[in-house]
């Protein structure tokens, strides 16, 4: 089945190779300069992670900032890694996002946990796509899980009706998912209408990844206006 037909209809979602792992490569390697760990660790990125899961929440928040000058560039760069697939879905002319996002995600029963939720609610447009990638093999639970487009689309029905949002439905479903595990050069590709988080996992290492929104820059936006996206022509 045609990756297209997997990200449009059903499940909704599809796990996609990254075409160009050279960029790909010098986003990971972008990541780890711009990381506040000892230059030792920062050889390896599994080395990287586990400093990472020793850190504090305050740490961590500290890292994060150095993050912006990493992040000025990373849209384009995850865009670029992966253009015949973005071009096959939207076209050469993108809206995409001002600032892609960089998650890092330790383990512990304390942290991680994302409540189940779909992009719409943020005010993302039903025509953008999220491109959602690890820069690390995901051997272990500490990835994202995905709910099929059907069931999200029940579950969004049933509970507009009912007035809810985060119902009982959708927090007996969130133990019982299970993410998929990726190997580095992997990444998940959904469209907005698919119900997706994070639940805790327990791992020596923690989980890094960064995902972008984008769409054809000629179907209409959302509330997410030309503040938060930006045009792109894909060569």
């Known amino acids: 089945m045609k990756i297209n037909t997997l990200i449009n209809k059903e499940p909704g979602y599809a796990i996609c190779s990254i075409e160009n792992m050279k960029i ?3 986003l990971r390697d972008s990541f780890l300069k711009n990381l506040k760990i000892p230059h030792k660790y ?6 990287a992670r586990v400093q990472i899961a020793k850190m504090s929440k305050a740490e961590i928040n500290r890292s994060m900032i150095n993050f912006l000058t990493f992040n000025k560039n990373l ?20 809206f995409i996002q001002r600032r892609a996002h960089t998650t890092i995600n330790v383990p512990g029963n304390e942290h991680t946990k994302q409540w189940t939720h779909y992009e719409m609610i ?12 690890p820069l ?33 439905r959708v927090l007996e479903m969130m133990g019982l998912k299970k993410p998929p595990r990726l190997k580095f050069g992997q990444a998940i590709i959904f469209n907005p209408f698919v119900l997706h988080g994070n639940i805790p996992f327990q791992s020596g290492f923690a989980r890094i990844a960064c995902n972008v929104r984008f769409q054809s820059c000629n179907k209409p936006l959302l509330q997410k206006n030309t503040d938060y996206l930006k045009y792109f022509r894909l060569s």
Request: charged residues 30%.
């Open 24 to 26: 790909f490569k010098k």
């Open 42 to 47: 920062k050889k390896n990125i599994n080395n």
């Open 75 to 94: 849209s384009e760069m995850m865009i670029n890694s992966c253009p015949k697939l973005i071009k096959d879905l939207c076209g050469k002319d993108l």
């Open 122 to 133: 943020s005010g993302i447009s039903p025509f953008t796509y999220i491109f959602w990638a």
């Open 136 to 168: 690390h093999d995901l051997d272990d639970d500490g990835g994202a899980y995905h709910i099929d487009l059907k069931t999200s689309l029940k579950i969004m029905k049933k509970e507009e009706k009912e007035g809810l949002v985060n119902g009982p």
